[in-house]
């Protein structure tokens, strides 16, 4: 999994798709200042990843680049910037997965590893562990020579002020009210780098006032990441517990392979089709226990990024925006909302 | 997701399908005492499990029983009897999934949870959160009422020979070689009930002298545990870095769903060509950078327990033995070897 030499790349045209989290981004509340900074990250994001491809690079590292410049953004819900659990201390998770030989690495529940993501690679090495959790996944990276932090590193003013208001909203009741920035976030890259090859990177600090302890889809290979070279490589962002339980992003590309869909028809399905379904939301009233995945449409709020092997990118989401952008040798996109 | 009243069964025929782990035993070094401990075990486990079903329970509730009596039993590695860490002390993993809305729950890294199938049984209630890690998992089954133990209650006088021997074969570099019996192992269950549900349920202290942190394919929806009502249920058992690149429950799911491949098709073909593939298990020589997955063909070891809609069971494994039985209103079965 050594990076190409930059001197000699593929054939193929790359293509590099990030998202930066859903249905985060009220468009009444967001100001100039924030609108223009979150793209202008966006936009560095894309440009980290895509030089890396531009000179030959592997897909996995094109994905690692460009996560790793939004977690140390304080724009994104990633690495600095993250969500705080309900303790009021970050715990991140972050996966990668290269789609040649599956090799994936993961870190769920770290606490001081500056950027996640790139223990996340680093794992893929070998994948052999290929999942750590907690402190654990702190000490395998500092060990490794991988840069870790105080916990309150990955805090910012606003992230505190929005753990205040969760808090604040459970003790009045009103949580299920909470605006969608306040509960999720997360970032993710894929590529199709010169040599063929597809990958993707996810990572999040998860939701504001989180049970301790609490891991979403971001770290789980076959939910919120997947890659596979005959397929496709997909990021997701949304409501992890539905992620997991439809396994996002291997039900993508088992659609694709097995059933013959396009990328598009594929990714369309599980973000407006399968996430708003009410049985698995839990807003309708089946016989079968309903509730327990609260009561607003909200819980349903998805998006993700792929790329296929032919290059054709999506960056589906059903909230009322999306951080997203994907860069080839033909165009630079980047956008929020409608644009 | 309330258990159906016992005195209202449906109309399905039910039937339980087990597994103890697989290559964890060769025939020559299995004691008749052992075996026939191995096989009350088992025949316990399917027993404590019908019972459920014959009673018009839910599936996921005949799984759970099933594997809390292994998670119980010192003759598996879950549980009382659990592998050590390479820190000498045991870090627990678990999950459940039922079919019908896939609501789930699972716990890694426990370490007081007597019976993290119990924990995870609990989170799928509501599927939010739905995984748990570390001390918080131990801290909200706690507060739910579960039994809590010292660490040290999982511990047995076999398993910390186990763990001398592994850390012995490390310093003198002949890890490789240990026997499978030392390197993993997991228990698992498979049902459908009487109203045509089905569920599946892991449990696992992973191998003897896993790094600290290490997680592998049981507690992952989508790797160890997959259910489905439309096609199957699947509990894993093996090489957990495996199962989670190939997204072992999922895979057998979409095949049955979209390729429309047999339950027996499509546990085969996972069990005895994906897990036998040396690009994968990293036995072939790849120009990718190779190595990483171990120079052994143990690694690749793998089964597992699988029932379909109709009640087809499928017990495949690639070792030398697998732990497994299975029991309906037709016949019990209880093997290790060939029998």
């Not at 994907?326 to 909302?337: F, K, L, M």
Request: hydrophobic share 40%.
């Amino acid at each position: 999994m050594t990076t190409p030499a930059p001197v000699r790349p593929g054939s193929t045209t790359p293509v590099l798709a990030i998202h930066g989290g859903c249905g985060a981004i009220p468009k009444a509340e967001l100001t100039p200042g924030a609108d223009l900074a979150a793209r202008a990250a966006l936009r560095r994001a894309l440009d980290a990843g895509y030089a890396v491809l531009q000179a030959g690079g592997a897909a996995i590292d094109a994905v690692t680049e460009a996560v790793a410049i939004m977690e140390d953004d304080p724009v994104f819900n990633a690495g600095h910037g993250a969500a705080l659990n309900r303790a009021g201390f970050h715990e991140l998770d972050a996966s990668v997965m290269e789609g040649t030989l599956g090799r994936a690495g993961a870190v769920a529940g770290a606490r001081r590893l500056r950027n996640p993501v790139r223990a996340a690679r680093a794992l893929a090495e070998t994948s052999d562990p290929l999942l750590l959790i907690g402190e654990a996944a702190d000490d395998w990276g500092r060990a490794r020579g991988l840069v870790t932090v105080d916990n309150a590193y990955f805090s910012t003013p606003s992230r505190r002020e929005a753990l205040d208001r969760m808090l604040e909203r459970e003790r009045q009741g009103t949580l299920q009210a909470a605006p969608e920035r306040d509960k999720h976030g997360t970032v993710g890259a894929v590529a199709l780098d010169t040599h063929g090859h597809l990958a993707a990177a996810t990572s999040t600090g998860g939701y504001t006032a989180k049970p301790v302890g609490r891991v979403g889809d971001t770290p789980i290979i076959g939910a919120g990441t997947w890659a596979d070279d005959r397929t496709c490589a997909v990021s997701g962002t949304g409501k992890g517990e539905l992620f997991i339980r439809r396994a996002l992003g291997h039900e993508v590309h088992a659609r694709m392979l097995y059933q013959g869909a396009s990328l598009a028809q594929a990714t369309d399905a599980m973000v407006h089709v399968e996430m708003m379904d009410p049985e698995l939301t839990g807003l309708g009233g089946s016989g079968l226990g309903g509730s327990g995945l609260g009561g607003s449409g909200l819980v349903s709020g998805a998006g993700l990024c792929a790329v296929d092997h032919s290059g054709n990118v999506a960056l589906p989401y059903n909230t009322e925006g999306m951080y997203r952008g994907w860069i080839s040798s033909q165009c630079v996109y980047v956008a929020i909302h409608e644009t």
